[in-house]
């Protein structure tokens, strides 16, 4: 049952029409190449070319650190 479920979630059909109500990505890169779909501007999907990527090894080593200082910032 739970894997007709995630079939039916990964449809390409279903994911399009999903997208077309929310500016949220479709999952399916199938679905992802329908033109109603890459036509949305807002679709943060539609600009990963242009994304940040975050460092998550940075982060895991400094996040505490970084942490700190910014509530000690804040507290001022």
Request: hydrophobic fraction near 40%.
């Amino acid at each position: 049952m739970a894997n007709k479920l995630i079939e039916c979630m990964n449809d390409p059909k279903k994911q399009v029409a999903w997208a077309q109500k929310m500016v949220y990505g479709p999952v399916n890169k199938e679905a992802a190449k329908d033109p109603t779909v890459v036509s949305e501007p807002l679709r943060p999907t539609n600009h990963l070319d242009k994304q940040i990527a975050v460092d998550d090894d940075y982060w895991a080593e400094n996040y505490d650190k970084i942490a700190q200082r910014f509530n000690e910032w804040i507290a001022q």
